[in-house]
């Protein structure tokens, strides 16, 4: 039973341009969610989160929103550059708990 | 301010054999979650480690236990090793046992079963 969902295993996008990456999920009980980037041969590194009571966080470059009575998060990466090639993942967790539910990952290339 | 490290980085067993992977957490940082990442998957998450105490399990056999000790660093023992417990196996600290905080990966332990 996949709880986090990230359909696109691959996006390419021009320099410059917005790369809009989607997560959905599907239990309702999650009300924190993160964004991860993931680089060959190294850990997961923290990008951007966000609780449920907001529906919008931006932190430079990224901004992530939330759409809670669709299940839907995104990640946008404006603009995109190409050290942003990398492999994204979204994960979700309840307050109440301890552990991160992750997505399958979503493989971004930036083409110069 | 050190981050997570992991070690070793690669590691070959064999069918049956056990190993142990280590884990430095961040400065700080109290909690240490481990995750395994099978090929062109998420990390799915084995279990956490708060004040020494295990404070919640995924879907793993027993035969995944772990240890953090009084400096919060932490191991991960398998034993009786199967072909399918190759995988990526990453570390991640954070401040407090709970969700709702962010969680810093190290950079990982490649697992091969032969």
């Known amino acids: 039973d996949q709880q986090v969902k990230q359909n696109s295993p691959s996006l390419s996008v021009q320099e410059g341009r917005i790369s809009i990456l989607n997560c959905d999920y599907t239990n309702s009980m999650f009300d924190y969610f993160l964004w991860y980037k993931k680089y060959p041969a190294e850990g997961p590194t923290f990008l951007i989160s966000?609780?449920?009571?907001?529906d919008k966080n931006e932190d430079g470059r990224f901004t992530v929103f939330l759409n809670k009575s669709a299940k839907h998060l995104s990640l946008h990466i404006v603009p995109s550059q190409p050290g942003d090639s990398a492999v994204y993942f979204c994960?979700?967790?309840?307050?109440?708990?301890?552990?991160?539910?992750f997505g399958t990952g979503t493989r971004l290339k930036v083409l110069a | 301010e050190t981050g997570v490290t992991q070690s070793p980085t690669h590691l070959i067993k064999t069918r049956g054999q056990q190993v142990t992977l280590r884990c430095s957490s961040q400065?700080?940082?109290?909690?240490v979650s481990w995750y395994q990442q099978a090929l062109g998957q998420g990390p799915q998450f084995i279990f956490q480690?708060?004040?020494?105490?295990?404070?919640g399990r995924g879907n793993f056999p027993p035969r995944f236990s772990g240890l953090q000790f009084p400096n919060y660093s932490s191991e991960l023992n398998v034993n009786a090793l199967e072909l399918d417990d190759s995988a990526l196996y990453l570390c991640a600290s954070s401040l407090e046992g709970r969700g709702g905080t962010e969680a810093f990966f190290g950079q990982g332990t490649r697992l091969t079963v032969v």
């Open positions: 480690y708060y004040r020494e105490e295990e404070n």
């Open positions: 994960a979700a967790s309840d307050s109440g708990t301890y552990k991160y539910i």
């Open positions: 400065s700080g940082h109290n909690t």
């Open positions: 966000i609780s449920s009571i907001k």
